[in-house]
């Protein structure tokens, strides 16, 4: 049986990861027969959604390194538990967020180094790699903007300042120019069908 493919969605709170995921596993079942299973970080399994809920917190206190080591632990239950089975079924697994949310966010905006949480990582994943990385680019005042009409309580995460998720922008960027083959890039202010028809267009020589 050939294995399935890893895509994994990235980008800062609030660019449409979600809704894109959802639509991504519906359209690739409808037009190409594809088998594929939605899974979110962190979270997916038991242990990860309970780390997710301590990560969420607003009233947890949580240091940089202690932060980028939950989700690295979160992470390696996921594809232990579930990326890894999947995948070996020949399913494809679309994954809202992966390691380049760590090198985004605790590598450059929490300041603990690119290199540093990459080795955490490779550590955790065993070295699994994305098939393809699909990047939705958006401004982060837009992205915030986008968070508060959700009415939505403000998470630990989220309720950091906006330099932080500049910086979270900048890291992203100059990871995809560092990765063109892997990482593409998506207009994430494109209308949703218009989004959409985007990130099948750069998954088509995967399936």
Do not use: C
């Not at 409808?30 to 038991?46: H, M, Q, S, Y």
Request: proline fraction near 4%.
């Amino acid at each position: 049986m050939e294995r399935g493919k890893l895509i994994t969605v990235e980008g800062i709170d609030g660019s449409g990861k979600t809704t894109l995921v959802a639509a991504l596993v519906a359209q690739l079942e409808e037009r190409f027969g594809i088998t594929a299973k939605p899974l979110r970080e962190p979270g997916g399994v038991e242990v990860s959604e309970r780390i997710r809920d301590l990560l969420k917190d607003p009233n947890a206190t949580i240091g940089g390194r202690a932060e980028a080591l939950l989700y690295a632990a979160a992470r390696a239950e996921l594809i232990d538990q579930a990326v890894e089975p999947l995948l070996a079924s020949g399913s494809w697994v679309i994954l809202d967020r992966y390691v380049d949310s760590s090198l985004a966010y605790q590598g450059a905006a929490r300041g603990l180094g690119i290199e540093h949480v990459a080795a955490i990582n490779a550590f955790a994943t065993g070295g699994l790699v994305p098939n393809r990385t699909l990047l939705l680019e958006l401004d982060p005042a837009v992205a915030r903007q986008r968070s508060e009409v959700r009415g939505e309580d403000i998470d630990r995460i989220e309720a950091e300042g906006a330099s932080f998720f500049t910086a979270i922008a900048d890291a992203y960027r100059k990871l995809a120019l560092a990765n063109p083959d892997r990482i593409r890039r998506l207009d994430a202010e494109l209308a949703p069908s218009e989004l959409l028809e985007a990130a099948i267009g750069e998954l088509a020589d995967l399936t």
